[in-house]
């Protein structure tokens, strides 16, 4: 009989917190294992990741890529070879909180017409809601702000962070890409991840092809993770480097795809910006 949810997890570099977060979705016993699965999608890691998976969890699906392909195309990877109705993924550098399992089956038994997705709630170490578990969709403008600080200086609040909002289920525009539930179906009618974003950008794209199609996003807090935020980005100064590089570079591939005057006016800016990360390195 096949499982009710795949479990997605795209691996980069992150052993010790991938077996920390396997760990953490069977809090009590194996029982959620009869209506579950996980599938690791690892992005050439060379950190005994795939090794670890052979020998300690068996019972796991392990796609053992040779180059890093990304966060999407990887995702896309995993969900070719999903056999559950429902999606669940999840970054390797989060920590379930409770039996998120569970929380993701009563979210769509709620709503079981196929036409609504979540995003969980993530949190940081001391419990409180990390900045990008709910965001509006970007502009370059909202964006900067957001990322530079100055959308607190000028308290504005409808810039990429809605977590000033009330901690409770409500429609939203975007969730975060560390914690996304959704019908295979709805998945596969929307592509999946847009490619072509390598890292960043590309679960806003996703949010954005939901509200596109017509379907109900929801920011659903009973599914609740610990998130370190960053993970094996922040590994090393270089990696840090690319990282910022790769935002930038995946913003302008996100304004010329959905905001093209922003993209017209703001683009000198993010070449000098995208030159300046490369000089870094």
């Known amino acids: 009989m096949n499982p009710k949810i795949s479990i997605i997890i795209v691996n980069y570099k992150a052993k010790l917190l991938l077996q920390r977060c396997i760990e953490s979705l069977y809090p009590n016993s194996k029982e959620q294992q009869n209506f579950s699965e996980i599938i690791v999608v690892d992005n050439d890691s060379r950190d005994g990741s795939p090794e670890l998976l052979r020998q300690q969890y068996p019972e796991i699906k392990l796609i053992d890529n040779q180059e890093n392909l990304g966060f999407g195309r990887a995702n896309n990877q995993g969900v070719k070879e999903a056999k559950g109705e429902y999606l669940l993924l999840i970054n390797p550098d989060t920590v379930a909180d409770g039996n998120i399992l569970d929380k993701t089956l009563k979210f769509f038994e709620q709503h079981p017409d196929n036409q609504s997705a979540f ?103 009973q599914v609740r993770l610990f998130h370190e935020k960053g993970g094996s980005s922040n590994s090393s100064q270089p990696i840090k480097i690319k990282v910022n590089k790769w935002f930038l570079d995946s913003l302008g591939k996100y304004l010329w795809k959905w905001d093209k005057p922003s993209a017209i006016i703001f683009s000198p800016i993010l070449g000098y910006l995208k030159f300046l990360a490369w000089f870094k390195t």
């Open 119 to 221: 995003g969980g709630i993530l949190l940081n170490p001391d419990g409180t809601q990390q900045r990008g578990s709910r965001r509006s969709f970007p502009t370059f403008l909202n964006a900067l702000l957001y990322f530079t600080k100055l959308d607190k200086t000028f308290n504005y609040k409808k810039a990429y962070d809605l977590s000033w909002l009330p901690v409770e289920t409500h429609e939203v525009e975007c969730v975060s890409g560390a914690c996304i539930g959704m019908p295979k179906v709805m998945y596969e009618e929307l592509g999946g991840f847009d490619e072509r974003f390598f890292l960043h950008f590309e679960d806003i794209d996703l949010c954005k092809k939901v509200q596109q199609a017509g379907y109900k996003l929801w920011f659903y807090p």
